[in-house]
């Protein structure tokens, strides 16, 4: 019996038990997919929990907001992919070691690209959030040439991560603003992309919008939103009316899942019954 989960909070509107029971459905593969909900500062229930994974109890695990941090010291060994971006999203044991690996830089770099043709002529970004989603997307970007600006509520955090993701990224650079009106207008001019990685927008505050209303899209830039639910972002569709070409995060959930699931199972994931699974709750359109 494969026993798999994810730990976050809040998770009830989480999509991953519908991914992964369709993929062990359509590999025949006997096994379950739970929830277990840790409260963001309940260290002692998400040690308890690394440990039922140790024991052999659970087969292996996803890790979400706010936990892609929070479990590493909890962990034996990470990946060399995670140990750069210093965050987790799956977990799994291997001869007696706890591993975490991070699948959520291999998903966006992934379904990225279905936002270009070719590349701008001046790869410049702005990255809006600092968590762990935040860190797998800022080290795609450097590692793949872009200039990254990074506008974040909590300043601290986000210089930790710059710091730490230009060594790791082989020496990019990654410039800090505060995420307010003045400083994302005074970014925007030159933006060939925009993305949101914090998890504003997402259901069930799907009113609310990390781009500030006041400031104008760059004319030519396109729109990642990492939410995913509900099916278009306020964010993708105020984009999509301003003439800028928008994608929310269905693809990179879907490819994300798919790794995770070939590193617990050993199977080749059946990524069409996985997109199926969810297309009609939370499709890009």
Request: aromatic share 6%; with cysteine; net charge neutral.
């Given at each position: 019996?494969i026993?798999?989960?994810?730990?976050?909070?809040?998770?009830?509107?989480?999509?991953?038990?519908?991914?992964?029971?369709?993929?062990?459905?359509?590999?025949?593969?006997?096994?379950?997919?739970?929830?277990?909900?840790?409260a963001?500062?309940?260290?002692?229930?998400?040690?308890?929990?690394?440990?039922?994974?140790?024991?052999?109890?659970?087969?292996?695990?996803?890790?979400?907001?706010?936990?892609?941090?929070?479990?590493?010291?909890?962990?034996?060994?990470?990946?060399?992919?995670?140990?750069?971006?210093?965050?987790v999203?799956?977990?799994?044991?291997?001869?007696?070691?706890?591993?975490?690996?991070?699948t959520?830089?291999?998903?966006?770099?992934?379904?990225?690209?279905?936002?270009?043709?070719?590349?701008?002529?001046?790869?410049?970004?702005?990255?809006?959030?600092?968590?762990?989603?935040?860190?797998?997307?800022?080290?795609?970007?450097?590692?793949?040439?872009?200039?990254?600006?990074?506008?974040?509520?909590?300043?601290?955090?986000?210089?930790?991560?710059?710091?730490?993701?230009?060594?790791?990224?082989?020496?990019?650079?990654?410039?800090?603003?505060?995420?307010?009106?003045?400083?994302i207008?005074?970014?925007?001019?030159?933006?060939?992309?925009?993305?949101?990685?914090?998890?504003?927008?997402?259901?069930?505050?799907?009113?609310?919008?990390?781009?500030?209303?006041?400031?104008?899209?760059?004319?030519?830039?396109?729109?990642?939103?990492?939410?995913?639910?509900?099916?278009?972002?306020?964010?993708?569709?105020?984009?999509?009316?301003?003439?800028?070409?928008?994608?929310?995060?269905?693809?990179?959930?879907?490819?994300?899942?798919?790794?995770?699931?070939?590193?617990?199972?050993?199977?080749s994931?059946?990524?069409?019954?996985?997109?199926?699974?969810?297309?009609?709750?939370?499709?890009?359109?």
């Amino acid at each position: 019996m494969i026993r798999l989960g994810l730990t976050g909070y809040p998770l009830a509107h989480s999509l991953s038990p519908r991914l992964h029971m369709a993929a062990l459905t359509a590999c025949g593969l006997e096994g379950e997919y739970r929830l277990y909900p840790v409260a963001p500062d309940d260290k002692q229930a998400l040690q308890a929990l690394t440990a039922r994974l140790r024991s052999g109890e659970l087969t292996g695990l996803n890790v979400t907001l706010p936990h892609k941090q929070n479990v590493l010291p909890f962990l034996d060994e990470l990946t060399p992919e995670a140990r750069a971006i210093g965050a987790v999203n799956t977990l799994y044991l291997r001869k007696g070691r706890l591993i975490g690996h991070n699948t959520d830089a291999a998903g966006f770099r992934a379904d990225m690209g279905r936002l270009f043709v070719c590349p701008p002529p001046e790869k410049r970004a702005l990255v809006i959030g600092s968590g762990g989603g935040a860190r797998a997307v800022v080290y795609v970007l450097l590692r793949d040439g872009w200039e990254v600006t990074v506008a974040a509520l909590l300043l601290d955090q986000a210089e930790a991560l710059a710091e730490s993701l230009g060594r790791a990224a082989g020496g990019g650079s990654v410039r800090v603003i505060p995420a307010e009106t003045g400083a994302i207008r005074a970014a925007a001019s030159s933006l060939a992309l925009i993305v949101n990685a914090s998890p504003v927008g997402m259901t069930p505050h799907h009113q609310a919008m990390p781009w500030p209303e006041e400031a104008p899209f760059p004319p030519g830039a396109a729109v990642y939103d990492l939410v995913y639910h509900p099916r278009e972002t306020r964010l993708a569709r105020a984009a999509r009316r301003a003439g800028l070409k928008a994608l929310t995060g269905l693809g990179m959930l879907v490819e994300q899942a798919a790794l995770a699931f070939e590193c617990w199972t050993g199977t080749s994931a059946p990524r069409a019954a996985m997109f199926a699974s969810v297309e009609e709750i939370c499709c890009v359109t």
